[in-house]
């Protein structure tokens, strides 16, 4: 069982930056694949990045990629995302998610069982 408690949003000029914390619990938390999602209103819950395991690749969502960052320090049992050059676009709750398992459909909300409760991200113009 893992609990995922996401800090670290707030409100943003257009062009600034933010760094999402996810505070995990579990001893074995750096087998877990993570994730970040984000879901706007009214809208489906979105992928933004992943990272498979303790030493697993990275992967984005194509309209944030050379702007965010997935890492994880698994030590701390942390996962951050850092976000550069944000949108107005990029407005929404954005989620920590994590899973023992691979799943080939890792882009999905489906492959995760675990989640934070999220933290509001606000991007002004």
Same mark, same amino acid.
């Given at each position: 069982?893992? *609990?995922?408690?996401? #800090?670290?949003?707030?409100?943003?000029?257009?062009?600034?930056?933010?760094?999402? &914390? /996810?505070?995990? &619990?579990?001893? !074995? @938390?750096?087998?877990?694949?993570?994730?970040?999602?984000?879901? =706007?209103?009214?809208?489906?819950?979105? @992928?933004?990045?992943?990272?498979?395991? #303790?030493?697993?690749? !990275?992967?984005? =969502?194509?309209?944030?990629?050379?702007? @965010?960052?997935?890492?994880?320090?698994? $030590?701390?049992?942390?996962?951050?995302? *850092?976000?550069?050059?944000?949108?107005?676009?990029?407005? =929404?709750?954005?989620? /920590?998610?994590?899973?023992?398992?691979?799943?080939?459909?890792?882009?999905?909300?489906? $492959?995760?069982?675990?989640?934070? *409760?999220?933290? *509001?991200?606000?991007?002004? #113009?």
């Amino acid at each position: 069982q893992v *609990q995922l408690v996401e #800090s670290g949003g707030g409100l943003v000029q257009a062009g600034g930056s933010l760094r999402l &914390s /996810c505070a995990a &619990s579990g001893r !074995t @938390f750096s087998y877990y694949r993570v994730a970040w999602f984000r879901q =706007a209103p009214g809208k489906e819950r979105q @992928f933004v990045a992943t990272m498979h395991s #303790s030493v697993g690749g !990275t992967y984005y =969502a194509d309209r944030m990629k050379g702007r @965010f960052t997935i890492s994880r320090d698994n $030590a701390k049992n942390m996962v951050y995302l *850092q976000m550069n050059s944000l949108r107005p676009e990029d407005t =929404a709750v954005y989620y /920590c998610a994590a899973d023992q398992r691979y799943r080939a459909d890792w882009g999905s909300p489906n $492959a995760y069982d675990y989640w934070g *409760q999220g933290t *509001q991200v606000t991007v002004s #113009s």
